[in-house]
């Protein structure tokens, strides 16, 4: 099935959807969020990760999305990607204090 510039056209807003949870879990997450990874390599694990999901989650979304719906949407994933990523910081955090509890009381 060859991709005409229609089809794409249909498929990136609901590519971006996808994409910019990703990014934002991408750039809160604590193992992914060091300045000892690269801003190319993360940007490139966020696309390659969204392609991969994006077959999954394609039917659940809804298509034919007018243009401010999608602006409205595409920030929402973002901060739903953030929050889930400082959530999982968070749950670092507390092994990482007690692990420094432990080691003080040793």
């Known amino acids: 099935m060859s991709l005409t510039a229609v089809n794409i056209s249909l498929l990136l807003p609901p590519f971006l959807i996808v994409l910019f949870r990703v990014g934002g879990l991408t750039l809160a997450a604590p193992l ?3 300045t000892g990874i ?3 390599v993360k940007v490139a694990f966020s696309f390659v990760l969204s392609l991969m999901m994006f077959p999954m989650v394609f039917p659940l ?3 034919n ?3 401010h719906v999608v602006v409205v949407t595409v920030f929402g994933e973002l901060m739903i990607g953030l929050i889930l990523g400082l959530s999982i910081g ?3 955090l ?3 204090l007690a692990g ?3 080691g003080q009381q040793a």
């Open 32 to 34: 992914l969020s060091g």
């Open 38 to 40: 690269p801003s190319r």
């Open 61 to 63: 979304i809804p298509m």
């Open 65 to 67: 999305l007018p243009l």
């Open 90 to 92: 968070l749950i670092f």
């Open 94 to 96: 507390g092994a990482r």
């Open 100 to 102: 420094m509890m432990v």
